[in-house]
């Protein structure tokens, strides 16, 4: 029981380290593109640095697929900001 608890306050600690801000922030969107979808409709979905890290270490998704799986364009910009926002998270998790 005592170790159950001790793992416990290391994931919240870590949980808390990683933190709740967006990895990517969904903009504005674009007047061409506002014929296409409903008024304040937006088909991405916003998600978590904490969402990437879960998805991406223990559940083994790619980049691709975490941006697919939120309905973002997998394109190498949206790559290198998963890439970047993971990277910061994890330099978190250790302390950095």
Not at 20 to 48: H, M, N, W, Y
Not at 58 to 63: E, H, L, P, R, T
Request: aromatic share 6%; with cysteine.
């Amino acid at each position: 029981m005592d170790r159950r608890l001790e793992v416990s306050g290391e994931l919240a600690q870590l949980r808390r380290r990683i933190g709740g801000q967006d990895a990517l922030i969904v903009r504005r969107v674009r007047p061409s593109k506002r014929a296409v979808l409903a008024a304040g409709e937006d088909t991405r979905c916003k998600f978590s640095n904490l969402d990437v890290v879960h998805l991406v270490c223990v559940d083994d998704y790619s980049a691709g697929d975490v941006l697919r799986r939120f309905r973002w364009q997998d394109n190498g910009r949206n790559k290198k900001a998963i890439m970047e926002a993971l990277s910061g998270s994890l330099a978190r998790m250790i302390g950095y």
